[in-house]
Nanobody
Framework: QLRLVESGGGLVQPGGSLRLSCAAA????????IGWFRQAPGKELVGVAC????????YYADSVKGRFIVSKDNTENTVNLQINNVVPDDTGVYYC???????????????????WGQGTQVTVPS
């Protein structure tokens, strides 16, 4: 059973950067497509970035393109989300999620993943 644990959240000033990590246990992330989602206060969960397992391609929500970078670290069995030039709208709980590449050749930014972490809070004051 795949288990996911996010880390790296915190308080960051506008214009700053931080890196979120999603550590996996129980299986290799090589076999999974990974999605990152954000839930802002009082709002629904939305996909912000994902990375496919089959070809390593990544996809981003329009609101984060050019600022977010998702990458896999196969040696650490983690997926990282680099967030640059943060803005107050980046505030929320960030979740990583996974779905087997056997049934998910291309990652998506919709809630179609099978495994989820517990989330990590990111706060950007206005």
């Amino acid at each position: 059973q795949l288990r996911l644990v996010e880390s790296g959240g915190g308080l960051v000033q506008p214009g700053g950067s931080l890196r979120l990590s999603c550590a996996a246990a129980g299986s290799s992330l090589d076999d999974f497509a990974i999605g990152w989602f954000r839930q802002a206060p009082g709002k629904e969960l939305v996909g912000v970035a994902c990375i496919s397992s089959t070809d390593g391609r990544s996809y981003y929500a329009d609101s984060v393109k050019g600022r977010f970078i998702v990458s896999k670290d196969n040696t650490e069995n983690t997926v990282n989300l680099q967030i640059n030039n943060v803005v107050p709208d980046d505030t929320g709980v960030y979740y990583c999620s996974a779905r087997s590449a056997l049934t998910f050749r291309r990652c998506v930014l919709e809630r179609q993943y099978d495994f989820w972490g517990q989330g990590t809070q990111v706060t950007v004051p206005s």
